[in-house]
C-alpha cells in the first residue's frame, strides 16, 4: 500500500509565497509521475503541475495559470515532491492534493489535501 501526504498549507497574502510537501511512503518501488491538482470551492479539480521521470531526466508540466510563477520538483531519495508557489493571487485558493504514479498505467494515490488561502 502507498502512502500519500501533504503539508504546508496555509493562509498568505496576495504576492507571497508558500512552499508546499508531498510525502509518499509505503511500497514504492519506483516512482514515474508525481503531481500536484487543485480544487477550488464550487469548480472542478484541476491539474497544476506534474513531474515525470524518464531515462533519469525530469519533465514537468505547468497549467497556463501558474507557468512561471509555481516550480514543481522532487526528492527522490526522500520520495518527496515539492511545490513551490511564488506571486500568489486569490484565485490561488484553493485544497491542493498531491498524487503519484508508480508506472504510465498505474493508479494515481491521492493525499487528503492541504488549504491554500491566498487574502488580504
Known amino acids: 500500500q502507498v502512502h500519500v501526504e501533504e503539508s504546508g498549507g496555509g493562509l498568505v497574502q496576495p504576492g507571497g509565497s508558500l512552499r508546499l510537501s508531498c510525502a509518499a511512503s509505503?511500497?514504492?518501488?519506483?516512482?514515474?509521475?508525481q503531481a500536484w491538482y487543485r480544487q477550488a470551492p464550487g469548480k472542478q479539480r484541476e491539474l497544476v503541475a506534474r513531474i515525470t521521470s524518464a531515462s533519469a531526466i525530469n519533465y514537468a508540466y505547468y497549467t497556463d495559470s501558474v507557468r512561471g510563477r509555481f516550480t514543481i520538483s522532487r526528492d527522490n531519495a526522500k520520495n518527496t515532491v515539492y511545490l513551490q508557489m511564488n506571486s500568489l493571487k486569490p484565485e490561488d485558493t484553493a485544497v491542493y492534493y498531491c498524487?503519484?504514479?508508480?508506472?504510465?498505467?498505474?493508479?494515481?494515490?491521492w493525499g487528503q489535501g492541504t488549504q491554500v488561502t491566498v487574502s488580504s
Open positions: 509505503g511500497s514504492i518501488s519506483s516512482i514515474y509521475a
Open positions: 498524487t503519484l504514479q508508480t508506472g504510465p498505467v498505474s493508479r494515481a494515490y
